[in-house]
């Protein structure tokens, strides 16, 4: 079947340091990959995504690369920010957009 | 992307009632989703919404507890029916963007059953 992993949080960083969160997948076919991201008590934005191999996704300073290799779709920013602070899931959609499952996500706070 | 509002934002409500979740986007999609996110957890989806036919349910969720209307091709709603405390969570509606990949999503309707 169809599944998202990531990271297990929460993750805890200070203010310009470097942000990594893990995400895998498991997928028949060639599903397309998003990061969406939660602010407190608001709904889901999406942050950027990847539809091909090789793709990468950026927005708002985000960055993630669709490895097909490595079944991965990791989330980078070279500086996070205080108001970084949000709960981030990964997801992949198969089916086109018909079909959407989510990783578990991952709470983010950043101290300043 | 599509601007897309819920109603109610939030509500309390207690056992044994319903409640009716309104999904409204400014402009036409084929496709329409609903969402559950319990407490701290990820998103299930619910049922996609079908304009001029019924709601194709999930694995685990049933007509009758969640029945879904789409009249039109901007508007859906949601009932959560017979609640129960496990029912608290936030419901979410999606729309497929233009892009035909991604989803974008309302901004939720919380709600606590007591």
């Known amino acids: 079947g169809n599944s998202v992993t990531q990271m297990e949080g929460p993750v805890t960083l200070s203010e310009e340091a470097f942000l990594t969160i893990n995400c895998t997948y498991t997928?028949?076919?060639?599903?397309?990959l998003f990061w969406y991201v939660q602010y407190p008590g608001e709904g889901l934005q999406l942050l950027l995504k990847a539809t091909k191999a090789d793709d990468k996704g950026s927005n708002k300073g985000f960055e993630a690369t669709y490895r097909k290799e490595t079944t991965s779709f990791h989330l980078e920013k070279g500086s996070v920010q205080v108001s970084d602070s949000a709960v981030y899931f990964c997801?992949?959609?198969?089916?086109?957009?018909?079909?959407?499952?989510f990783g578990q996500g991952t709470r983010l706070t950043i101290n300043p | 992307s599509a601007v897309i509002s819920q109603k109610p934002s939030r509500d309390i409500c207690q056992r044994g009632t319903s409640l009716t979740i309104q999904c409204q986007v400014d402009?036409?999609?084929?496709?329409m989703f609903w969402y559950r996110q319990q407490p701290g957890q990820s998103l299930t989806l619910i049922a996609t919404?079908?304009?001029?036919?019924?709601?194709?349910?999930e694995s685990g969720f049933v007509i009758d507890k969640f029945p879904i209307s789409r009249p039109n091709l901007t508007f859906s709603t949601l009932t959560v029916s017979n609640m129960s405390p496990e029912d608290s969570s936030i419901y979410l509606c999606?729309?497929?963007?233009?892009?035909?990949?991604?989803?974008?999503f309302g901004p939720g309707t919380r709600l606590t059953v007591t």
């Open positions: 997928a028949t076919g060639y599903p397309s």
């Open positions: 919404a079908n304009q001029g036919s019924e709601a194709t349910y």
């Open positions: 402009s036409q999609v084929t496709m």
């Open positions: 997801a992949l959609s198969y089916q086109g957009a018909q079909k959407l499952v």
């Open positions: 999606s729309v497929t963007g233009q892009g035909g990949y991604e989803q974008y």
